[in-house]
Each structure stands twice: as structure tokens, then as C-alpha cells.
Nanobody, 121 residues
């Protein structure tokens, strides 16, 4: 059963915006935290942002702080990533994850299939 499904990726020019969505179901719905990671071409997966389930505490990577905003809609079991002022270096496959609160891959038990974000210069 697929428990995390991302959507909202696409092609955008530098300076533009995109809003990613991640719908959770099953065990992922009860996870302590939801997060976003990304993997650029030729590079490893890196932390982007996370939000806790109980009190919605948020955390961001320095590279996206001030530009990206993570939020959660409990009624819809969905987490969002609003991305503004996009840069070419933001180009990557973005993955939604669910698990323990943290900024490392090992803290997360469930992963979506990813959605491509491409920012042109």
C-alpha cells in the first residue's frame, strides 16, 4: 500500500514558486513527523524541512530558510512545501517522508516516490 504520495512538481523559471503536496495514509498518518528531502542530479539526498505532528514545530535547512515554508493540514492528512524564490540549485527530485522527528534520513520510516522540480536559469 502506497502511504505517501507527492504532487506539485514541475518546471519553473528562477525566482518563481511551486507548492508541493504530500498526502499521507496508513501508518504514515500516525508518524511523529513529516519531512521533505531532495536529491539533485549526481548528489546525495539532503534534508529540506520537517514538521512535527503534535505541535507543528518546524525546521529548515539553511539553504532554503526564508524561501520555503512547510505546513500541515491534519484534516486532509497532507503536508505542504511552499517554495518561493526558486533557484537553479533547487533543481532536484523532492521526496516526502514520515517517521520520527529529525533531519536525517534514518529518522524516517516511510518515503514517497518523489516529484521532480526543475528550475531554469
Amino acid at each position: 500500500q502506497v502511504q505517501l504520495v507527492e504532487s506539485g512538481g514541475g518546471l519553473v523559471q528562477a525566482g518563481g514558486s511551486l507548492r508541493l503536496s504530500c498526502a499521507a495514509s496508513g501508518r504514515a498518518f500516525s508518524s511523529a513527523a513529516m519531512g521533505w528531502f531532495r536529491q539533485a542530479p549526481g548528489k546525495g539526498r539532503e534534508f529540506v524541512a520537517t514538521i512535527s505532528r503534535s505541535i507543528s514545530v518546524t525546521s529548515y535547512a539553511d539553504s532554503v530558510k526564508g524561501r520555503f515554508t512547510i505546513s500541515r493540514d491534519s484534516a486532509k492528512s497532507t503536508v505542504y512545501l511552499q517554495m518561493n524564490s526558486l533557484k537553479p540549485e533547487d533543481t532536484a527530485v523532492y521526496y516526502c517522508a514520515a517517521g520520527l522527528l529529525g533531519s536525517t534520513e534514518t529518522a524516517y520510516n516511510y518515503w514517497g516516490q518523489g516529484t521532480q522540480v526543475t528550475v531554469s536559469s
